[in-house]
């Protein structure tokens, strides 16, 4: 695997370098020891899937609030997707800053969002699956939300969402 560290502290491209042969490829997607010895989570409590029938479907900002803050391993393994997270660590000297990437099928990669940031995505695709490794139990009391297109984040999409929940388009903004 090959890390690429962006401007958020935590939140790191991870390319895989698969192997081939006359079989097809292979390619490691985590190693609890690499993770943590760039200090990031190696802590999987949970595994989940999504499947986004429909190109412009959002999903997110989501977090969990304290003590319950996760960090996510997430990666498109169908379609494509426009990746999001957002710093909410009010102590971070990149608070309220974001980092988009774009994961695919093709391009194999995966984002690690750590905790404390907001995470959602855009389905760049009809048909998008999104698989998210997860390293602490999802805790409906705990589970908080941030607006999309909240102006304290300035988040440029790719384009405008078609399909959306009512609680992720209803969020308050962060200000509140």
Same mark, same amino acid.
């Given at each position: 695997?090959?890390?690429?560290?962006?401007?958020?502290?935590?939140?790191?491209?991870?390319?895989?370098?698969?192997?081939?042969?006359?079989?097809?490829?292979?390619?490691?997607?985590?190693?609890?020891?690499?993770?943590?010895?760039?200090?990031?989570?190696?802590?999987?409590?949970?595994?989940?899937?999504?499947?986004?029938?429909?190109?412009?479907?959002?999903?997110?900002?989501?977090?969990?609030?304290?003590?319950?803050?996760?960090?996510?391993?997430?990666?498109? *393994?169908?379609?494509?997707?426009?990746?999001? &997270?957002?710093?909410? /660590?009010? @102590?971070? =000297?990149? #608070?309220?800053?974001?980092?988009?990437?774009?994961?695919?099928?093709?391009?194999?990669?995966?984002?690690?969002?750590?905790?404390?940031?907001?995470?959602?995505?855009?389905?760049?695709?009809?048909?998008?699956?999104?698989?998210?490794?997860? *390293?602490?139990?999802?805790?409906?009391?705990? &589970?908080?939300?941030? /607006?999309? @297109?909240? =102006?304290? #984040?300035?988040?440029?999409?790719?384009?405008?969402?078609?399909?959306?929940?009512?609680?992720?388009?209803?969020?308050?903004?962060?200000?509140?």
């Amino acid at each position: 695997m090959i890390f690429h560290e962006t401007e958020l502290d935590g939140v790191v491209v991870v390319e895989l370098e698969p192997v081939s042969d006359e079989r097809g490829t292979f390619a490691r997607t985590f190693d609890a020891s690499e993770w943590s010895e760039r200090g990031l989570s190696s802590s999987v409590l949970q595994a989940s899937v999504s499947s986004n029938p429909t190109r412009g479907t959002l999903r997110g900002l989501h977090f969990q609030e304290e003590p319950h803050a996760e960090s996510k391993l997430v990666r498109c *393994s169908r379609g494509a997707i426009y990746d999001v &997270a957002v710093d909410l /660590r009010r @102590d971070s =000297p990149t #608070f309220c800053h974001w980092v988009g990437v774009e994961l695919t099928e093709e391009n194999g990669r995966m984002l690690h969002v750590a905790a404390g940031l907001a995470h959602g995505f855009l389905t760049l695709t009809d048909h998008a699956d999104v698989v998210y490794q997860i *390293s602490t139990a999802y805790v409906p009391v705990a &589970a908080r939300g941030v /607006r999309w @297109d909240d =102006p304290a #984040f300035g988040i440029e999409w790719p384009s405008s969402p078609v399909v959306m929940s009512e609680r992720d388009r209803t969020f308050p903004d962060f200000a509140q």
